[in-house]
């Protein structure tokens, strides 16, 4: 039920809640407090019900996936988080159409037993289907967009549809990104015949890679921060990075990170790993409070060397001044 200071909740069938439930246990990182609510459902109509009831009564919320991407305040959220869990997968031929709840990995998985390419080099990426719409996920030179045809999704009022175009994806961006009211349902995607065994082959490969790199226990959020665009770096620090650094037009910010001296460096009990510059870790026990100081020193350490301000990939919940204060700059 609804904490008494608030309106309570219609009778909608089909949500689960949770009062007071820990955010800690909902993140990959395993930080931050308390939400005042938590609702999940599987039920499409429920779930839509219950964001327009909440929109209308003007209540904080905010839609999670995993948390696999999150970084969430040691206070909590002062509102209600909810999740999507439906997860169904059906296939149409050469067409693949997955609910927002569903894995990723799941999904991947799915594609490549089926002898289907397009989307097996993002094995191994953590999270739902619907975050990886929002974020645009993509690893080894390929993205979720590529073989998106259709999003199905709850503007605030009502369900609709949008095509690839209308998505606007970008490295790490969506439309959905920019318009927090509007939540993924479901994914259509379009793939491709492939050599199966070949598929498989890619896919485990690259999960094993994925495994060393970033152990399954690991209490982390991938990388923190979002590569960059050599034709968006000012001429001062491009000239400085090594050609050889450079894929697909864009420059790892753990290079710029590894030249602060960022790698093993420590904020309490948030570490970066050794071997990866834009890899930070809770080692156990580490508040947000942690984690934001050590992102805002190595935010400053780059801009003062290069001039340059890092953006964060990691999506901020329950900071001071809105869910997205810290992203803002406020
Ligand atoms: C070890 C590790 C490795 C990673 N490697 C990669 C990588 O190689 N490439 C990559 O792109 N990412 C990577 N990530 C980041 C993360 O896996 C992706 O961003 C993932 O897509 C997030 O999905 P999620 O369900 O966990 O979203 P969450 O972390 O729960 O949420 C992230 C954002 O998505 C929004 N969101 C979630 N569900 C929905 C929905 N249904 N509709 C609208 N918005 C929604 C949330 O509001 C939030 O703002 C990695 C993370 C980890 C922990």
Not at 9 to 23: E, K, V
């Amino acid at each position: 039920m609804a904490t008494s200071a608030r309106p309570a909740l219609p009778d909608i069938q089909g949500l689960t809640f949770r009062t007071g439930a820990p955010l800690s246990e909902y993140t990959r990182f395993g930080i931050g407090g308390p939400a005042d609510l938590l609702i999940e459902t599987g039920e499409e109509a429920a779930f839509t019900e219950a964001l327009r009831w909440l929109r209308e009564q003007e209540l904080p919320h905010v839609v999670i996936g995993c948390g696999t991407n999150l970084v969430v305040s040691d206070a909590g959220f002062r509102g209600t988080v909810l999740r999507y869990t439906a997860s169904a997968i059906r296939r149409e031929g050469h067409f693949i159409e997955c609910d927002a709840g569903a894995e990723l990995m799941t999904l991947v998985r799915t594609t490549v037993d089926q002898d289907l390419e397009g989307i097996q080099t993002l094995m191994g990426i953590p999270g739902s289907v619907g975050g990886a719409i929002y974020g645009n996920a993509g690893a080894y030179g390929h993205c979720i967009a590529e073989v998106t045809r259709e999003v199905r999704f709850f503007d605030g009022g009502a369900i609709r549809s949008v095509d690839r175009e209308g998505c606007e994806f970008r490295y790490r961006e969506s439309v959905f990104k920019r318009n927090r009211n509007w939540i993924v349902l479901r994914i259509r995607m379009e793939l491709a015949e492939g050599d199966g065994p070949g598929l498989r082959k890619t896919a485990d490969e690259i999960l094993a890679i994925r495994n060393e790199k970033f152990p399954p226990t690991l209490q982390c959020a991938g990388s923190i921060f979002k590569n960059l665009h050599v034709a968006d770096l000012p001429a001062a620090a491009r000239v400085e990075v090594p050609e050889k650094v450079v894929r697909e037009g864009k420059v790892p910010s753990a290079w710029f990170l590894e030249q602060v001296g960022a790698k093993d460096s420590w904020e309490g009990r948030i570490h970066i790993a050794p071997y990866h510059a834009n890899l930070i870790y809770n080692t156990g026990g580490a508040t947000a409070a942690e984690l934001c100081r050590m992102i805002d020193r190595l935010k400053k350490a780059v801009h003062e060397r290069f001039g340059i301000l890092l953006e964060e990939e990691v999506q901020y919940v329950g900071f001071e001044g809105g869910p997205t204060a810290r992203e803002q700059g406020k």
